[in-house]
């Protein structure tokens, strides 16, 4: 590792802390600026901040590192992905920016369901923040991962460990930036950190398999197909009707992530929809294209010149210190962790306006002052970072594991309950609930049983697909038995 790439990231964190710095000044006087700056997001940077805080270290290290073990017929995730985020924004994305406001200014997912069924308010406001906290719990400990791997593979030996391993202090000081600018800036510092991340992201995902593929030494398009795993550019190779559906699947969870959906409540104009879901799917297809290729021409590059790389998942770390000068290495390391800081700081925040004001405002100081609940706030950031800290010490975990049990968590639970709340008027607050119980209910218990699939099959069915049909189900059964004395206010 040379000090030049040492400078490198040194330069991304303090720009990232400068951010915070100016948010701070600009817009966390309340918690509607605090929480949503202020509903005033520009179209770009809500569309870069949905696409950067969705993707996360798996788009640089868990996609490729699936593609690079297995071949091409990993790229049935990103392709069922692909689909679902454009579905999410037609579908959710202007009804949701606009219902919030409409349905007493909702600063968050669980008051907007609150608001939106009255009879059963309560309980949706607590049951949804405890989803919201404990899956976010596990999924910031997904990101820490991946920072806990950079660390230990690119920086082994270098840095002072204050007697902690390498990959313990890539965790620290990964959470330690996020926790600064997130806690100082609030959401408008996540949203603009988040833009300025997207950018990073998507240069390095274009630059690295074009250098790999066509760069000095690379010539790695002339040996694709000579890749030792049977079918590696198939797209169907070894894939099962349950792989099938397990891959596609992932896209039902878009509809579900708070973390993604909360960037719709805070663009500035409903207007304004239509040209940054524009800038959100151009940003994604580009992105995607540029993982799946990285994965792909990294092995390639592997075999043609003898290289091992003993965990699949560092292949963009691995290439990024072999064939880039230490300067563009750094900046390399710095896209990584734009991934993975950009979807922390998402996740820290919306768990802490779910703890803020759907536990702390709701039951402990219905009277708390605006400055009292931002700084309330900023202490439930730190408390729910220590927690993903907790889980990801494990060395062992894999990034996508962790990411798929949460993303199915949130898909089954929120996804069907989030559509038919925006959407279908005769939805009541019982089923509400019940389809909030039903789909958590349904994505823990055929992870417990074993049932679910790992990656692309794994003998078993992807859990985002009971969990979803499950809670649909619910949702429709309860409010039909329940509309008689249900007082919905309708959608439309």
């Known amino acids: 590792m040379n000090t030049a790439t040492l400078v490198s990231l040194a330069a991304y964190f303090a720009?990232?802390?400068?951010?915070?710095?100016?948010?701070?000044?600009?817009?966390?006087?309340?918690?509607?600026g605090y929480l949503l700056a202020g509903r005033n997001l520009p179209p770009a940077v809500a569309?870069?901040?949905?696409?950067?805080?969705?993707?996360?270290?798996?788009?640089?290290?868990?996609?490729?590192?699936?593609?690079?073990?297995?071949?091409?017929?990993?790229?049935?995730?990103?392709?069922?992905?692909?689909?679902?985020?454009?579905?999410?924004?037609?579908?959710?994305?202007?009804?949701?920016?606009?219902?919030?406001?409409?349905?007493?200014n909702a600063l968050t997912i669980p008051q907007f369901l609150a608001n939106r069924f009255p009879e059963r308010g309560t309980e949706l406001r607590v049951i949804s923040a405890i989803v919201i906290v404990a899956f976010f719990t596990v999924y910031t400990a997904a990101g820490l991962v991946g920072g806990g791997k950079l660390f230990e593979t690119a920086?082994?030996?270098?840095?002072?460990?204050?007697?902690?391993?390498?990959?313990?202090?890539?965790?620290?000081?990964?959470?330690?930036?996020?926790?600064?600018?997130?806690?100082?800036?609030?959401?408008?510092?996540?949203?603009?950190?988040?833009f300025v991340q997207g950018l990073i992201m998507m240069v390095a995902l274009v630059m690295m398999p074009l250098v790999v593929l066509f760069g000095s030494g690379g010539d790695s398009g002339a040996s694709l197909a000579q890749v030792p795993v049977p079918g590696f550019l198939s797209l169907t190779e070894g894939l099962t009707a349950l792989g099938f559906i397990s891959a596609v699947?992932?896209?039902?969870?878009?509809?579900?992530?708070?973390?993604?959906?909360?960037?719709?409540?805070?663009?500035?104009?409903?207007?304004?929809?239509?040209?940054?879901?524009?800038?959100?799917?151009?940003?994604?297809?580009?992105s995607l294209a540029g993982a799946l290729g990285?994965?792909?021409?990294?092995?390639?590059?592997?075999?043609?010149?003898?290289?091992?790389?003993?965990?699949?998942?560092?292949?963009?770390?691995?290439?990024?210190?072999?064939?880039?000068?230490?300067?563009?290495?750094?900046?390399?390391?710095?896209?990584?962790?734009?991934?993975?800081?950009?979807?922390?700081?998402?996740?820290?925040?919306?768990?802490s306006s779910s703890l803020?004001?759907?536990?702390?405002?709701?039951?402990?100081?219905?009277?708390?002052?605006?400055?009292?609940?931002?700084?309330?706030?900023?202490?439930?950031?730190?408390?729910?970072?220590?927690?993903?800290?907790?889980?990801?010490?494990d060395p062992e975990a894999q990034v996508l594991g962790l990411v798929s049990n949460a993303w199915a968590g949130f898909g089954a639970a929120f996804g069907p309950l989030i559509i038919l709340?925006?959407?279908?008027?005769?939805?009541?607050?019982?089923?509400?609930?019940?389809?909030?119980?039903?789909?958590?209910?349904v994505v823990g218990a055929w992870i417990a049983l074993g049932w679910n699939a790992s990656f692309m099959g794994g003998g078993g069915l992807y859990e985002i697909v009971p969990g979803f049909i499950a809670a649909w189900i619910a949702i429709v059964l309860v409010s039909k038995a329940t509309q008689g004395s249900a007082e919905a206010v309708p959608a439309e």
């Open 47 to 104: 569309a870069l901040s949905a696409g950067a805080s969705d993707m996360s270290g798996w788009l640089l290290l868990g996609l490729p590192g699936a593609l690079y073990a297995s071949g091409l017929v990993e790229a049935w995730i990103g392709i069922g992905l692909f689909a679902g985020a454009v579905a999410n924004w037609i579908i959710v994305a202007p009804r949701l920016r606009e219902q919030t406001e409409r349905f007493g």
């Open 15 to 32: 720009l990232m802390i400068a951010i915070g710095l100016y948010a701070w000044r600009k817009s966390t006087a309340d918690s509607e």
């Open 249 to 286: 699947t992932w896209g039902l969870g878009y509809f579900g992530q708070p973390h993604i959906i909360v960037r719709f409540m805070a663009i500035d104009t409903v207007a304004k929809v239509a040209r940054a879901r524009t800038y959100g799917l151009s940003w994604m297809a580009v």
């Open 421 to 441: 709340a925006l959407m279908w008027s005769g939805m009541t607050g019982a089923g509400a609930v019940a389809g909030l119980v039903t789909g958590a209910g």
């Open 155 to 194: 920086f082994a030996g270098m840095l002072p460990g204050f007697g902690m391993s390498d990959y313990m202090l890539g965790i620290a000081i990964t959470a330690g930036i996020v926790l600064a600018y997130t806690m100082v800036g609030g959401f408008l510092a996540v949203s603009l950190t988040d």
């Open 356 to 393: 803020t004001e759907d536990f702390y405002r709701l039951f402990l100081r219905t009277e708390a002052s605006e400055r009292e609940a931002v700084n309330v706030g900023r202490v439930c950031v730190a408390l729910v970072a220590f927690a993903g800290i907790a889980i990801a010490s």
């Open 294 to 351: 990285m994965g792909l021409a990294g092995r390639a590059y592997a075999e043609r010149n003898g290289i091992v790389v003993e965990d699949p998942e560092t292949i963009f770390i691995v290439l990024a210190e072999l064939l880039f000068h230490p300067t563009i290495t750094g900046f390399l390391f710095a896209a990584l962790l734009a991934a993975i800081m950009s979807t922390i700081s998402s996740q820290l925040l919306v768990s």
